[in-house]
Each structure stands twice: as C-alpha cells, then as structure tokens.
C-alpha cells in the first residue's frame, strides 16, 4: 500500500478531529457573546490594593 | 456653568452643588456614595477602564419587597436547587468595560455571590449565589445601590429559556469544511497533469470527494430543498427552486460522471456554491441582540404589585393574581398595573409609556386610573376594576394583527425575479437538449445537466443578502436598528406616512415655555428657581431647567401639594406656584383645552403665568417638507385638538390631521389606508401605538433610549436621529437599485455560463471559475456600491 494513502487519510482524519472540535464550542455556546470574552481577558487578576483607602476613610469620618 | 464633571457619573455638575470627595468632584450624593463602596473595597480599578463610567443610584426602596415572596422568586430564577442558584439580570446601564469589570467582580462587595458573568450584547449578567447567604433582593439592593439597577418586568416571569439556534452555524461550519478539503482535493484535476503517478491514484481522489460532498449536499443544503418544495406547494416560485434544482442537478450528473469516469464532477462547484450561499444567509442575519422586536405591555408592567388585605396588611402579590375589587397601593414612580378606581385623595399620573405625553395627569378620589399610568409622588391606594388581561390597554392585544403570525406579508425583490427566471432557465435547458437529441443523446445529456448547473443562480440569490446585509448595518451605525432584511424593501415600497403626535414629532424631554403676564423682576425669578429646586415635578423641573443659573437663597417654608402646587415662604413672602385654581381661583372658561401653565404669586399679587407648549423635534419642519413631495402624510393623535392651527402652521399643506384616536382607532385607520391600496409607515412611539405600529408595512418606533423602550415593531429610531427619516427613506431605495444592478451583473454571468453550456464546453474547470469569480464580483460590487450612497449626500 502506497504511504500516500495513509497520509490523506490521517490528513482527513484530523481535519474531522478539528471539526468535531468546532461543533463542540459552538455547542457549548461559546460563539453566542463575541465581545464580553475579549474585554474580560485584558483585567488584571489581582485589583491593586489603594493605599489612599486608609486616609479616604478617616476623611469620611470628616465629611 | 463650571465645566466640572462628576468624577463617577460624568454628568456636568450643576454650580454651588458639587461635593468635594477624597479629591474627586462629585455631582451628587449618590454618587459619592458609590464611589466610597468602591473605593472602600478595593474597586477603585472601576475608574481607570473608562472615564466616568458610572449612573447615579435611584431610590428604590420597597420597589423591589416582591423579592422576599418564593412563589415569584421561583418564576425569576434560572437555577435552583440545594442553596445554589442562579439569575440572570438585565441591567440596561452596563455599557462600557468598566461595567463589566465591576459586574464580574460583585463577589468582593457581597459574599455569597460565587461568580458573576457579564453578557455585554444582551445587557445581561448571570449571577450564581449561595441562596442561604444572601438573597436575590439583596443582590438587587446591591447591584441599585452601585447605580446598576436591574429592569425587571412583566416579561421574566416564568419566562422559559429560549433555545438558541445555531443549526445556520452548523450547516456553515460542515459546507466550509466539505468545500475546503474537496478544494484541496481536486487540486490535480485542475491541471491535468498527465502524470503517472497521479492517474493512478485518480480514482481514490474522487472517492474522497465524493463522499466529502455528501454532508455538504444532504445536510448544509437542506434548507434549500425545504423552501423550494414550500414554494412549488403554495404555487409561488422563489429563488430557492432553481437553486435547489442546480444542487441536485449537480450531484447527480457528477456522481454519473465519476461512476462512468467521463470526468471529476462538480463536487467542488457544489461545495463551493453551498458554503457560499449560506454565508450570504449568515451576513443577512444582522441581530441586535440588546434591542427586543417584539415587545408587548409584558415588558412594561411590573411582576408584583402590593396589596392591601382587609386586614389592612400588606402583601406582595403576582400580577397575574389580582382580581376584580382588590386594593392596591402603588408608591412613587411605580407602574399602575391594571385599571381601577383611585381610593386616596389625588395622584399625579405619568402616562408618558403610553401616549408619550410628559406632563403627569391630575385625577382626584374617585377617579378611573388607566393601566400603563406611572403614579408620580405620594404612595396612592386604588380599587381593581378589571384584571390586568382585561385592563383597556392590555386589552389591545387580544386584536387578531397579534395573535396570528404573519410569515410573510409580501414577496421580496428576489422572488420576483425568480418567478420569470425559473421558467426562461427551464425553457433554455429543453431547447438544449431538443437541439442536441438531434445530433447526439449523450451530448444532449450534458448540455442539459450542464445548463441547470451553470444557470444556479448563486450570484443572484447572493445579491439580495449581501446588499440588505450590508445596508442594515449600515443604518445600525446610524442608530436606526431593523428587524431583519425584508424590512429595508418594505422602506422602498412605502406610500404613505403616519405620525403618531405625542412622543414621535414632538419631544418630551424639554417644553417650549412662554411667560405670559406681568413684567417679572430678577428678583422675582431668583425666588421662584428657588421655591422651585426642592420639587420634583416635571413641570417644576422643566421651568427649573429653562430659567437663569441664580444665586441660592434660604426657603423658610415649603409643602408640595400634588395635584394643585407649591406653597413656599421666603423672606417671610408668601410663594405659590401651580395650577389656575390654587393660585388665584382662577377659573378656566373651557376646560378642555386648557393649556398647561404654571401661575405664580409672590406675596399675594399674582404675577403671570409659564405655558408650556408641545416643543417640536428638531427639523421636522425640513423632514416635513421633503417628505410631502414623495409621500402622503398624516398626523394621528390621541389628545384633542388644541395644538390643530399650531401644528398646520409647521407642516406643508394638505397634511390630514386626525384628533381624538383611541389605540383601537389608530390601528382600524391604518387598515382602512392599507384596503385603499397603500403602503403604510407608522412612526409612533408609545404603546397606545402599538396597535398601529403593528397593523402597518413598517413599524418604526422612536425611542429616546434604545436600551429601554420601545413597542413591538419593525424598525426602531433613536431619537435624535429622527430628522434623517428622509435619508433612510432614500437609502432603502438605493438599495433596491443596486439590486437591480448587479441582477443585470449577475444575468450577464449565467449568459456567459450558457453560451458554455448550450455548446456543450462546459468543463468542470471553467465552472470552479465561474461559480467563485461571479460571486466575489457581485459580493465586492454591491459592498461597495451601498457604502457609496450611504455617504453621498441623499437629498
């Protein structure tokens, strides 16, 4: 058997694999919000701690 | 004016009121407020996404007491089992990173919230929380009192989760996959090269692709071969039976060839054609997903109201549970939910969702209160006349133009091309084959299968979607939002216009005022804008708004009685301010039409009186005039005729004005303009037009806030944008001409297909060209062509 026939066929064969991929996110709902994932990304993951909260809360004290 | 903005709001803040906060200026409390809750919680980051991102908080307590009952909760909720539950909120203020950002991150001001997770299309988040720790009502306590107050209504109860369908994305996904790997594999046959090497593995090349074809054909295609059985079956040829006919022409002949191996086939053309015609369906379907369509009084009532027991105690009760004779209390800025008869004393009522006027109506004990009225002050107490099914308004849409679906009210541009196309393209097809079953059946074969594969008219069903798509789009950025593409022919087709009056040409967000009495001191004014900043009144905010920045004094006294005005002391000077009769007794001689006027009088002399008049939008005028050459226009209105010789002074001559409609009488009016043969636009905007908008071709509803409200309707109109009516009228019916146009393109493709097919040359090479090239041209033709006329200058 000619190796050229197990080339194509793994060729398809993993063309199928990112297809199957595909219907799977898209079932998942993946597609569904194309915007929020994108904003959601570029936040930080730790908030910074404000070294004013301190000093706002003493003021607060003085409004 | 300062020129300050509120460091969380971003509004101008008003002289002498700004609040100095952590060195951060501040419009108002509320938002100082919010600005402590984040910064005391490490939330500053809120801040530094977006300028000013936030709104101020309302007051809404009790508004949202119906939370604490399960029966409600229950209906509300997405999830619920053990303690976990989950809710989805539409909250119409989120519009910015920040927004997110802060919504995401609701576990850090409340525990129990386990992940928070913004939609940003929808305006929605999706909060999972721990059901014994906190509850939904203070989830919504919460998310108010950092300015994000959720909109709840009618429509979430027991609203069942819609399934999205996605099989258009599906059938995509297989036609792009079938026709990127049958590409690929046809790639050889393209060259013929005479290798032989490649000859021998010929045969396992067009297995491939035939099987690679069959999704393509039986599933992706699909859509297809339904519409245009539908159409043979209701006698009504669209431009889906040549198409389908062109698919299975197609296969067949391509199946016949491979077996007989006369040749590859047109597997490739077929995937081709495929992928592209469900990407034109794909473009089409532009969606705004933060806008509703569809919308009826559901989305404008609210869930829960409470009533009053004979016990007088107090119970939260589900809309849908009030009967005939209940007592009902209804707070400051609550909606009246069903039709009754007012218990207390007086109430201000704002019928500003129903018929767009601004000015709250005074009804006193006694008095019928109308669902769909907004009670504006004091807490008022009411008895039930009608369920909320039966209420006048609501009862609109029991009308058949609701219940019945209308699937399709016309035949689009492309079906009726397609009606004479389809049995030119058959006619061709058998003259073909008459003239070569002369000479030679195998050739007589192909010419015939050949013609119906060349003929599918890809380019041509192409056109239309790529065009509307285009244009939707196009209109969208222009803050005019359709409900889908057939909407934009019925543009073009329109005759005649309708306005609604109240809320469409006028505007309610500012009067036009006039004083009419005594010369007034400045003085005078300082004390009335003062008397008048401690009202919240609409017609007292207005006139506050309208007269001169001043200086602020001290009011000694002040009382707000609703119905009749203000009765303020300052400097030891007696100030009323309100209607005729508490004023100075005046009695008005008719009292119909009356204009709406505040009196003054300082110190027992009565001084003159502020009219507020219907202030017209912005150039309608100009739209008025330019619209009259082309169109038929006619004014409807619910409110009487005192504003007839106004209005006949602004638009042109000729134009019908009709007084006094009822929501029922609107929408018979437009039926009878639609039995005489017209095309019917209405423009409206309340629900009392709802009825008509609709009854009509085209709906378009103007709203001053997209986010917010708007009737069940076609197309829905930002206000501002409201003077540029004329321009989108014009570019629907560009559109409809670069239709034309690259029908004519794509007519003269199919004949240069023909004269291949009918000759019997028509190579599975030349037909992969044809098929992509003719499509590319028209998809880039009509692109650019429709973002040419949307910037030209359409008069």
Not at chain 2, 120 to 146: A, C, G, M, P, Q
Not at chain 2, 479 to 502: G, M, P, R, S, W
Not at chain 2, 698 to 705: L, Q
């Amino acid at each position: 058997m000619s190796v050229i026939y197990l080339l194509i066929s793994v060729s398809i064969f993993v063309a199928v694999c990112f297809f199957i991929a595909f219907i799977v996110a898209v079932k998942s709902g993946q597609y569904d919000d194309d915007y929020t994932p994108s904003v959601r990304i570029l936040f930080d993951d730790e908030t910074k701690i404000n070294p004013q909260n301190n000093n706002s809360q003493i003021e607060e004290k003085q409004v | 004016m300062t020129g300050l903005s509120c460091f969380h709001c971003g509004l101008t803040i008003a002289k002498n009121e700004e609040i100095d906060f952590d060195e951060k200026k501040f419009c108002c409390a509320g938002c100082k407020t919010v600005y402590e809750i984040f910064s005391s919680n490490d939330l500053t980051s809120y801040y530094e996404f977006e300028k000013s991102p936030g709104a101020t908080p309302q007051d809404i307590a009790g508004k949202y007491d119906f939370l604490e009952n399960d029966s409600i909760l229950s209906k509300l909720l997405e999830f619920h089992e053990g303690n976990t539950a989950i809710v989805s909120l539409n909250i119409p203020h989120i519009h910015c990173s920040s927004c997110i950002w802060i919504l995401e991150n609701l576990n850090r001001l409340q525990t129990g919230i386990s992940t928070s997770q913004v939609n940003f299309h929808e305006k929605k988040v999706r909060i999972t929380y721990n059901s014994d720790i906190v509850s939904l009502k203070e989830i919504v306590y919460l998310l108010s009192s950092i300015g994000y107050e959720p909109y709840i209504s009618l429509e979430n109860y027991g609203e069942s989760k819609t399934k999205i369908d996605r099989s258009l994305t599906y059938k995509l996904g297989v036609a792009f996959f079938c026709f990127g790997n049958i590409m690929l594999l046809s790639f050889p046959e393209y060259f013929e090269m005479k290798e032989f090497w490649l000859d021998s593995y010929k045969p396992f090349f067009r297995f491939l692709i035939f099987v690679l074809a069959l999704p393509s054909f039986l599933y992706s295609a699909s859509g297809y071969y339904v519409s245009a059985y539908h159409s043979i079956k209701t006698k009504m040829l669209n431009i889906d039976i040549p198409i389908a006919l062109g698919i299975i022409v197609m296969f067949i002949r391509s199946t016949y060839d491979m077996l007989m191996d006369h040749g590859p086939g047109f597997f490739d053309s077929l995937a081709s054609l495929v992928f592209f015609m469900l990407l034109g369906k794909m473009f089409q379907t532009k969606t705004y997903s933060f806008l509703s369509f569809e919308r009826d009084f559901k989305s404008y009532f609210p869930i829960a109201v409470t009533k009053i027991n004979k016990d007088n105690s107090e119970e939260n009760a589900a809309i849908y549970d009030i009967s005939k004779g209940d007592r009902l209390l209804i707070r400051n800025q609550e909606l009246i939910p069903v039709d009754g008869i007012l218990i207390s004393e007086s109430a201000e009522i704002d019928y500003s969702f129903v018929t767009g006027e601004a000015v709250p109506i005074t009804k006193k004990s006694g008095d019928k209160v109308f669902a769909g009225g907004k009670q504006i002050g004091r807490v008022i107490e009411m008895e039930v006349l009608h369920s909320v099914s039966q209420s006048y308004l609501t009862q609109l849409w029991s009308n058949e133009i609701f219940q019945k679906k209308v699937k399709q009210k016309h035949k689009t541009i492309t079906d009726a091309i397609s009606r004479y196309f389809t049995p030119i393209l058959l006619l061709i097809a058998f003259a073909g084959f008459g003239y070569w079953i002369l000479i030679d059946a195998n050739t007589a074969f192909n010419v015939f299968t050949a013609v119906l594969i060349v003929a599918c008219p890809c380019a041509l069903a192409l056109t239309a979607p790529f065009t509307f798509g285009n244009i939707l789009r196009i209109l969208g950025k222009k803050k005019f939002y359709l409900k889908n593409a057939v909407v934009i022919e019925q543009l073009a087709k329109v005759n005649t216009i309708v306005f609604d009056k109240t809320g469409t040409i006028t505007t309610n967000k500012k009067s036009n005022i006039t004083y009419e009495g005594k010369s007034i001191s400045d003085g005078d004014i300082l004390v009335i804008k003062n008397v008048l900043r401690a009202s919240n009144h609409p017609l007292s905010r207005m006139l506050y708004d309208f007269l001169p920045e001043t200086k602020r004094i001290k009011i000694e006294d002040f009382q707000e009685i609703t119905g009749k005005g203000i009765l303020a002391i300052v400097d030891q000077k007696e100030v009323k301010i309100g209607s005729g009769q508490f004023v100075d007794d005046i009695k008005s001689d008719n009292f119909e039409i009356e204009k709406t006027a505040l009196h003054i009088k300082i110190d027992g002399v009565y001084i003159g009186k502020y009219v507020f008049q219907n202030q017209y939008r912005d150039g309608l005028e100009e739209l008025f005039r330019t619209l009259s050459k082309d169109y038929n226009i006619k004014v409807l209105s619910g409110d009487n005729d005192g504003e007839r010789v106004n209005l006949e002074t602004i638009l042109p001559k000729g134009t019908e004005l009709i007084f006094n409609q009822k929501p029922e009488q609107k929408l018979e009016y437009i039926k009878k303009l639609q039995e005489q043969g017209q095309n019917v636009m209405m423009v409206g905007d309340g629900l009392n037009d709802a009825g008509a908008l609709a009854q009509s071709d085209v709906g378009i509803s103007i709203s001053e806030n997209v986010n917010v409200f708007s009737p069940a309707c076609d197309a829905i109109l930002d206000a501002n944008e409201f003077s540029r009516l004329n321009y989108f009228l014009r570019l629907s019916h560009k559109a409809i001409f670069i239709i034309k146009m690259s029908f004519g393109l794509s007519l003269l493709y199919n004949v240069v297909g023909l004269a291949f097919a009918v000759t019997g040359n028509l190579l599975p090479l030349v037909a992969a060209i044809i098929m992509p090239l003719s499509t590319i041209t028209i998809v880039s033709f009509v692109t650019l062509m429709s973002n040419y006329f949307s910037n030209s200058n359409l008069k």
